[in-house]
């Protein structure tokens, strides 16, 4: 059983590409790209490959084509194909795809590297000292393993900074990685395989206004074309809370609702009347649609927690309660629909000070929450250099390529052992659109472009509230009462744990 299940989950939905075909995954499928690259994918991850004329695309991943739902991922390279003369040409031609992807373009002298809009599919690169050549990965450790690299010790100090919480996501900043030598490719940037070099392309000019009630009629298109594209391959999940996003994947996926998988994760810290338990059980339930509450493990298993960690390196302990709670009842064949993206264009990061000064990196710091270490603030310092003076609002750009492009791309390939996912949010043109609409429209507390967007897709996903203030029960006043006393200081933790379990 434990041999089954390491060849199942280890490196799940990775890839390698090196100069050297001995670092191919065991088992996995395999392309020579440009004579010079080998590229090695898990049998899960899919791998699509088109050559002509000494050149060739290679798509690692799924695209979706809004304006060709139909079109599978051949279909969408050999268009590209037709279009591009250079590695350059591959700019103009990409924004309108959506999915979760990693392409790699070879136009006969060059070869570079891109992905999706936000990084859903995560790229990491170095060179291998021993051969000089470039090598790039879905997970820094998987590199690590292969050319022997050991963990930076300014990235685990920074790491060590954090909580030690089982709970906390280890965003690393920037384009760092635990490995001082391996780098990841942030999104709307390039890699050259032939160079080893990164450049940004995009954003190169300010996006043209667009009339409001134009730009929703245009962001339910790129949606639902999206939406039907995926749902042409695959069945659907969706993760259910109280909250906007899962609401605006909820109201996409009408059209499917017979079919759809709404689920809900009961995480042990929620009580069981928590409002994103609570308010998805009865909004599904008045519209029809079966509701499953995903409970945690009692117990982690140590295999399963053993293929966790080496899947995603980390210099903690590898919270994974989650991903195995999905292993064990999450449909195998459904692709997760997700809200991941939506940060970008709800005005997520805005300074409270006025002032013309500039953004500094300690502010980033500040806003990602990553505290103020120096690891942190050396690698905001190089993001803003690169970023320069972008034309469009520079913390929307932090939050697309940092918040979005490696805290969730990172959350997402953590579930790859799971499960496969899509972020509808995920495709330039649509986040360039959302982005031209007024900022009033898109933030908190009405966040109205999000209301009119449901509205237009799905209106009955709308009769329970998003988000309504959790509802505080007798036993929960006393707990915050007793805590006021300063008598909790007093009690054994294990008595405490004992006594939430009975209130909750």
Known sequence: MESELTDHLLFRRQFILSSEADHALHGGKQVLIGARHHLSAHPDLELTHVA??????????????????????????????????????VFQHID?????????????????MLHDATAQRQVYHARDVATGAVVCASEPGLMAERLGLTMDTKAVDFIKSRKTDDFEIYWMPGDTS????????????????????????????????????HALTECVRLLRGQLRSVALRHPLAVPMTAGWDSRLMLALCRDHADDLYAFT????????????????????ASIGIRHHVIPYPKTIDVVFKEIFRRNNASANEAYCADVQALNEVYPENRVCVTGDAAEI???YYARKR???????????????????????IEAFARWLEDADAPPIDLLDLFCWEQMSG??????????????????????????VTMLTVDAGLRRAPDYRMFTDLITGLWQEVLTEPINPPETTRPSRRLIEAVKKTGVMRLVPETTKKKVKALLR
């Open 52 to 89: 002509s004329g000494g050149k060739s695309l290679t798509l690692l991943g799924f695209a979706l084509d809004p304006d060709h739902p139909e079109a599978g991922n051949k279909q969408i390279l050999l268009r590209l194909m037709e279009v591009i003369g250079t590695c350059d040409d």
């Open 354 to 376: 006025p002032g013309p000064e500039p953004i500094s990196s300690t502010e980033l710091a500040d806003f990602s929450r990553l505290g103020r270490h120096p690891f942190a």
């Open 406 to 431: 490696r805290w969730q791309s990172k959350v997402r390939a953590e579930y790859d052992m799971v499960q496969e996912s899509f972020a509808p949010l995920n495709n330039r043109r649509l986040l």
């Open 96 to 112: 309108t795809l959506g999915g979760r992807w990693a392409l790699i373009v070879h136009d006969g002298a060059e070869t570079i």
């Open 265 to 284: 994760l009961a995480y042990p810290n929620l009580p069981v009347d928590a409002r994103d338990v609570a308010v998805p059980a009865k909004l599904l």
């Open 178 to 213: 635990l490995y001082a030598e391996i780098s990841a490719l942030l999104p709307n940037h390039c890699l050259s395989l032939t160079t080893g070099n990164c450049r940004r392309f995009w954003p190169l000019q300010p996006p043209a206004p667009i009339q409001y009630a």
């Open 345 to 347: 264009v709800k005005c």
